[in-house]
Antibody
Framework: EVQLVESGGGLVQPGGSLRLSCAASGFTFSRYWINWVRQAPGKGLVWVSHINSDGSSTTYADSVRGRFTISRDNAKNTLYLQMNSLRAEDTAVYYC??????????????WGQGTLVTVSS | DIQMTQSPSSLSASVGDRVTMTCRASQSISSYLNWYQQRPGKAPNLLIYAASSLQSGVPSRFSGGGSGTDFTLTISSLQPEDFATYYCHQSYGTPYTFGQGTKLEIK
């Protein structure tokens, strides 16, 4: 069974840092692109970042570029998101999601349960 | 960025009803359109990919259609567990953007 389990969320002051983790199991982690998607309270879904299967290529949303860093450890089947210079508007549930590809379309076929990040003084 | 606009924002219906919701892209995205269902307090769940392909394990009452800029998600006969929020998502160009969601509520 494919599982993605996020951890590392919590309360942090503006300007602070946090590192999220996403532990994967039930599939060959090193073969898949993985994504971070966030959802502010009561709001919709927003893609944050993705990383390719071997970690050599990363992409970020404009809103987090330069502050967030995505990485992965394929030996540990774990994805990370280092978040620095956090702002109130980064408050959200952060989901990791596995990337799938079929019929020319890229999609998120498995999601973790999410971890809540709250940025507040 | 490609803007995705869903309509309506909310929809009231009854068990057994047939419902259709739409998603419009700000430019042509071919068939690179996915649909997700999100129940309250839960992670999203992939329903449809590539505009009309049903994800494994998803009930056949869900169907998707469209291409270019206009897309639909249809539920043929609503079940109690279908009351949720539905998001479209384009994967034609980065950043891969979502619609704002259509909340399906019980009438």
């Amino acid at each position: 069974e494919v599982q993605l389990v996020e951890s590392g969320g919590g309360l942090v002051q503006p300007g602070g840092s946090l590192r999220l983790s996403c532990a994967a199991s039930g599939f060959t982690f090193s073969r898949y692109w993985i994504n971070w998607v966030r959802q502010a309270p009561g709001k919709g879904l927003v893609w944050v970042s993705h990383i390719n299967s071997d970690g050599s290529s990363t992409t970020y949303a404009d809103s987090v570029r330069g502050r967030f860093t995505i990485s992965r450890d394929n030996a540990k089947n774990t994805l990370y998101l280092q978040m620095n210079s956090l702002r109130a508007e980064d408050t959200a549930v952060y989901y990791c999601a596995r990337g799938g590809y079929d019929s020319g379309s890229y999609y998120y076929d498995y999601w973790g349960q999410g971890t809540l990040v709250t940025v507040s003084s | 960025d490609i803007q995705m606009t869903q309509s309506p924002s909310s929809l009231s219906a009854s068990v057994g009803d047939r419902v259709t919701m739409t998603c419009r892209a700000s430019q042509s995205i071919s068939s690179y359109l996915n649909w997700y269902q999100q129940r309250p307090g839960k992670a999203p769940n992939l329903l449809i990919y590539a505009a009309s392909s049903l994800q494994s394990g998803v009930p056949s009452r869900f169907s998707g259609g469209g291409s270019g800029t206009d897309f639909t998600l249809t539920i043929s006969s609503l079940q109690p567990e279908d009351f949720a929020t539905y998001y479209c998502h384009q994967s034609y160009g980065t950043p891969y953007t979502f619609g704002q969601g259509t909340k399906l509520e019980i009438k």
